[in-house]
């Protein structure tokens, strides 16, 4: 295990556009290793944007622009001759809604990402499969089911998918776009519990519109306002005694 | 920005005026068991007054308990839940030892022979004390909480006075144990006020007392 | 009370009025089914399904050399069209955000709407002119210009109904974007391709113009691909024509198994995507 308070990866004066418009300030972010990292904010605070920054999905959206830096283990993964193909093989990503390809089965569903980039790691791809599950905490419900459609599961075990869909590629952070913001309590709460199981192995950062849920599961909290990073710090200071007054409105809702 | 009322402050308010219902029921209570005491009388009032402050504290700590369960307080209002909690035991600890006052004066009876100026000058102290505590906390006010434990180490260095004069002089038993027993509750009730300036600080800065 | 019956009378009404306009639209379809049906069933038979015509005002004989061309028509116009229809499709759906795509999407609506007859002229001046006879493979071509754009378009519209989430989805476990086309994309959308695809083939099968001009006619089965061939709809054509009755029979006959291969087609398509196509547009 490393320790718990080296960073993996971080933001150094990140500003980004869709267009004309500024969505993200100047944000710099330092994300431990083993750690889980909330963003939250209002709706249309740039949470969403700041954290496709951090795998360069970003610039998937036409005319979406990026500056600033980006480190992953103090490399720049905006850097001259980096390929944002290869930044995502280790910067893997969890969305709002759960996405399986409804075209796969469970079982490909996982192995997707290894087929897909041609990338085996020695072991085989049944071992990879079932270990990914495992660690995703779905193994056990859907053991006998690998032949089924990847979307034949409920909602919150096609979260799990995506999410053992992204381990199976080995990454080294896993990003998570609000992943529970379609999910029900009880499946909610179990992806919760795994985010703090995961971050054993990776290094979290997810967005969340909920607060609750920053607090209970994130170990350091960053709260982001009109694009501008307004207070960020270990999620119990955020949350019993932050320093800004804009935070303090907004986490006990006295907001607009 | 206007502000929109949160289903929290409705509970939040009911605290605060519980709390100052509180206050001013404890105030009165150490009042008349000190008066009783300087004037000769019983404080048979001050037991209601005791009863009925533990009540309120149960109200309070029920109130808060809810509040954390159903609304997951934050920031201010998590310090301010956390902060009622120790200020609700303190004012039911200032009813208590004035109920422990006015049991020692109904046990030792007649106390008129006794010199009990020094006691009743230190009972005014711990009462400005309390005064202090209660409108720190009425207005949230740090200055005035910060002041309270310069005025506590007044009082503990009364009663220690009294006690090593108690032990070296060999006067009157009853004078003697009553003015050292009513001290001792001073002094507890000084520490209590000091415990809720702490509380009133810490509700505004965050900044908690070293344990 | 009143203005219930008010609202009853009017509902009424416009009910009847549908329906009334539903018989209209369906009447002509109607009565040509029926008419085929009646004239062109009653001389199917397994000899007049495989033999070759008889000679003209003599014996009657068979269609077999037109189902024959057909099909093969039908198989060599799918084998250069529709990979090149679907090619078309999925750049204008995941690469057409350019000028180029927008260009092209404009050639294929106009292409779409042309009228046969001139994908048969183009096709005779530049191919069957140049190489001096008719054959199957010039008829593949000008069918292919009708069955091109059609299916350009279907696919274009099935992949755009792929969510974008899947794309994201893909992109996001680093997948190289021709990769996530190729395996996520257009697997999503094959429901729809193979639809589109259907319903072009059906569409050309019926197709006279372009071949008059491109494969001319025959009287015998398939003799190669330099020589001309027959087809379906330019046997009922020439057998209606004719001044025998028998022979107009036959023409008849023609037509009932045509229709047949093309509402197979589209059932088939109904059957095979559960009722969905009419949800795609």
Known sequence: MQSNHTEKMSSLGLSAWYGEKQALVNVSISMKANSVTAIIGPSGCGKSTYIRCLNRMHELVPKATVTGQVLLDKEDIYGPGVDPVMIRRRVGMVFQKPNPFPTMSIYDNVAAGLKLTGMRRGKSLDDIVKSSLEQAGLWDEVKYDLKKPGTSVSGGQQQRLCIARAIALQPEVILMDEPCSA?????????????????????????????????????????LYLGKLIEYDETTKIFENPKEDLTERYITGKFG | MDKMPRLMDMGLEKLNSLLLDMATLSQQAVSASIEAYSRGGKGAEVKQMSTRLQSLHRQVSDLSMEMIARYQPVATDLRFLKACL??????????????????????????????????????????????????????????????????????????????????????????????????RYLERIADHATYIGESVEYISTGVEPPA | MNSYRVRKFKDRTFSILGLVCVIVAVLPLGSILLEVVVRGAPIISWNFLTQTPGA???????????????????????????PIGIMSGVFLAEYGDNKYASLMRLFNDVLTEFPSIVAGVTVFLAFVLYFGHFSPLAGSLALSFILIPIVARTTEESIKLVPNSLREASAALG??????????????????LITGSLLAVARIAGETAPLIMTVLGNSYFFQGFGQPIDALPLRIWRDALQPYPDIQAAGWGAAFVLILVVLTINIGVRLATGGRRGSRR
Not at chain 2, 104 to 122: A, N, P, Q, Y
Not at chain 3, 175 to 192: C, E, H, L, M, Y
Request: glycine share 8%; charged share 25%.
């Open chain 3, 56 to 82: 003209e005002g003599q014996t009657v004989g068979g269609i077999g050399p037109s189902i024959q061309g057909s099909l093969i028509l039908i198989g060599l116009t799918s084998l250069i069209g529709i």
């Open chain 3, 175 to 192: 997948v190289r974007r021709w990769r996530t086309t190729v395996s996520i994309v257009i697997a999503a959308a094959k429901a729809g």
């Open chain 2, 86 to 183: 120790e200020i609700s035991y303190g004012f039911f600890r200032y009813g208590r030892y004035a109920l422990d006052i006015a049991e020692v004066l109904d046990m030792f009876g007649d106390l008129s022979k006794c010199d009990r100026k020094f006691v009743v000058e230190t009972a005014h102290k711990t009462q400005e004390m309390i005064r202090m505590s209660v409108e720190a906390f009425a207005r949230r006010d740090v200055e005035m909480a910060r002041k309270i434990p310069k005025m506590d180490d007044v009082v503990d260095e009364s009663y220690r006075n009294n006690l090593k004069k108690m032990l070296e002089e060999k006067g009157n038993l009853k004078c003697s144990l009553s003015s050292t027993l009513i001290l």
């Open chain 1, 183 to 223: 999910l029900d309590p009880v499946a909610t709460a179990k992806i919760e519990g795994l985010m703090a199981s995961l971050k054993e192995k990776y290094t979290v950062v997810v967005v969340t519109h909920n607060m609750q849920q920053a607090s209970r599961v994130a170990d350091f909290t960053a709260f």
